[in-house]
């Protein structure tokens, strides 16, 4: 008897193919997965909480009274020029510039870029004469705390700055309270205190988050200070304004730098 095969039902093939296909696009899916940052990671608008150690924190560091040793009083971050060695910080945190250090990234005791001390000081007539407000902006030189020729921006990058921003501007603050080992990190939208003073709402900004960069769209526009040298309650900060006066600050540390 002649046996005749019968032919491969069409939808088993199909059935197999569109299994594999589903397999693959699994797998993928499970492969992108990881990558993909997570949302929740993430604070919502007008919460504090721990910086998580990325190429933006680490533009952004402690500044310590002579060495590590000191205890860190202020934060302050680095910003691009052209001879890449600028920091901005409040300019009520550089009253001793000739020991005042900076430490970029520092986390938990360590200093995983060096230590910087500082060579420069950029300051508003406004206040070196009269400690005004309005004029709380400085910008720094830095060059290695050891000797060495390196230039910091090379190690983390620096932040562009950016004037003339709009009074309701989303930023996120990055700084170190004194009795923190770790950068806490907050994002909100501002509002004008005044025509020349910044207010931003986020809690747990305490002592030595006084010159914290104020980060819109990864560009430096305000650093914590200002009015009541920055807040007198940790759920209130300010910024002066970033205006001419600081930009032309900005040009003239960039250009004596080196």
Same mark, same amino acid.
């Given at each position: 008897?002649?046996?005749?095969?019968?032919?491969?039902?069409?939808?088993?093939?199909?059935?197999?193919?569109?299994?594999?296909?589903?397999?693959?696009?699994?797998?993928?899916?499970?492969?992108?997965?990881?990558?993909?940052?997570?949302?929740?990671?993430?604070?919502?608008?007008?919460?504090?909480?721990?910086?998580?150690?990325?190429?933006?924190?680490?533009? /952004?560091? @402690?500044?310590? %009274?002579?060495? $590590? #040793?000191?205890?860190?009083?202020?934060?302050? &971050?680095?910003?691009?020029? +052209?001879?890449?060695? /600028?920091? @901005?910080?409040? %300019?009520?945190? $550089? #009253?001793?510039?000739?020991?005042?250090?900076? &430490?970029?990234?520092?986390? +938990?005791?360590?200093?995983?870029?060096?230590?910087?001390?500082?060579?420069?000081?950029?300051?508003?007539?406004?206040?070196?004469?009269?400690?005004?407000? +309005?004029?709380?902006?400085?910008?720094?030189?830095?060059?290695?705390?050891?000797?060495?020729?390196?230039?910091?921006?090379?190690?983390?990058?620096?932040?562009?700055?950016?004037?003339?921003?709009?009074?309701?501007?989303?930023?996120?603050?990055?700084?170190?309270?004194?009795?923190?080992?770790?950068?806490?990190?907050?994002?909100?939208?501002?509002?004008?205190?005044?025509?020349?003073?910044?207010?931003?709402?986020?809690?747990?900004?305490?002592?030595?988050?006084?010159?914290?960069?104020?980060?819109?769209?990864?560009?430096?526009?305000?650093?914590?200070?200002?009015?009541?040298?920055?807040?007198?309650?940790?759920?209130?900060?300010?910024?002066?304004?970033?205006?001419?006066?600081?930009?032309?600050?900005?040009?003239?540390?960039?250009?004596?730098?080196?």
């Amino acid at each position: 008897m002649i046996q005749r095969m019968l032919p491969r039902p069409a939808h088993s093939a199909r059935t197999r193919r569109t299994s594999r296909i589903l397999l693959a696009l699994a797998a993928m899916a499970a492969l992108v997965s990881v990558d993909l940052p997570d949302a929740a990671a993430v604070p919502p608008l007008g919460v504090t909480a721990e910086a998580g150690s990325d190429a933006t924190s680490d533009r /952004v560091g @402690a500044l310590f %009274a002579g060495s $590590l #040793d000191g205890g860190h009083f202020c934060t302050a &971050a680095v910003v691009h020029s +052209d001879d890449r060695d /600028v920091i @901005a910080t409040a %300019a009520h945190c $550089l #009253d001793n510039p000739d020991t005042t250090v900076f &430490a970029p990234g520092y986390r +938990d005791g360590k200093a995983p870029y060096g230590v910087w001390k500082v060579t420069g000081v950029s300051l508003a007539p406004g206040w070196t004469d009269g400690r005004d407000p +309005d004029e709380d902006v400085a910008f720094a030189t830095v060059t290695p705390a050891d000797g060495g020729t390196a230039r910091i921006e090379d190690a983390v990058g620096g932040f562009p700055v950016a004037t003339e921003q709009p009074d309701d501007v989303k930023v996120t603050v990055l700084g170190y309270p004194s009795v923190e080992e770790t950068p806490l990190r907050c994002a909100n939208t501002t509002s004008l205190f005044s025509e020349t003073q910044r207010r931003i709402d986020c809690p747990d900004l305490s002592g030595g988050t006084s010159g914290s960069p104020w980060l819109a769209n990864g560009a430096l526009a305000g650093v914590l200070g200002g009015y009541e040298a920055g807040g007198t309650v940790p759920e209130v900060s300010y910024s002066a304004v970033m205006d001419d006066q600081a930009l032309e600050l900005y040009r003239e540390a960039a250009v004596s730098a080196g």
